[in-house]
């Protein structure tokens, strides 16, 4: 169904456009949130934010980029809010832990299964999406929406509101980085 006519129809409340666009959109989401936050079920919470939000403010939607790039900018904002309050709980539990109190810092591993990862490359992909996940918040973006989701930098630079130089700048040093931080595990591998 085109997605204009989708869009049109959910903002006169109809219920089954609005239906057809999470059948339709559901896994890019999870999948773009998953990349970014490496979590499965903050992953799937995440994912139904953004379809929440997508409901409740559709009527700013203007159509001035594809409905997909705005969804992407919906979910890219949602996994980010979700890391920073993430990482407030953990600052302010280990203060709490040095003042004294009994709490303990959680910690939570990364939960790696995502769907596109063949059963015997878990551990690599799990090494691989550490050091995603330890990029600069720019770079970390744009690599998960041109690496993971296969954005091109044209569409990535949409999503994040920049340009293609800013895109390609930014995938030149995630790739640099990444490649600094996976240097070693893949010499101890061999």
């Known amino acids: 169904m085109d997605e204009r006519l989708l869009v049109e129809q959910l903002k006169k409340g109809d219920d089954a456009a609005f239906k057809t666009i999470v059948e339709t959109w559901q896994n890019m989401v999870y999948n773009t949130a ?6 499965a079920e903050d992953a799937e919470d995440i994912a139904q934010e953004v379809f929440v939000q997508v409901y409740q403010s559709i009527s700013s939607f203007k159509g001035e980029s594809k409905f997909s790039t705005w969804l992407y900018r919906i979910t890219v904002t949602k996994s980010l809010d979700h890391e920073r309050r993430k990482k407030r709980k953990k600052r302010f539990a280990f203060v709490k832990s040095l003042i004294g109190e009994q709490d303990e810092v959680i910690v939570n591993p990364p939960d790696f299964n995502h769907p596109g990862v063949v059963m015997d490359k878990k551990e690599d992909a799990a090494v691989l999406f550490k050091a995603i996940g330890e990029l600069p918040e720019s770079q970390r973006i744009a690599f ?23 895109v ?3 995938m030149h040093r995630a790739k640099n980085n990444l490649k600094k931080k996976l240097e070693d595990y893949y010499k101890n591998k061999r």
């Open 144 to 166: 998960t929406l041109n690496k993971v989701e296969g954005l091109s930098y044209q569409e990535v630079s949409e999503v994040m509101k920049t340009t293609v130089s800013s």
């Open 168 to 170: 390609e700048s930014l």
């Open 34 to 39: 998953l990349g970014i936050v490496q979590n």
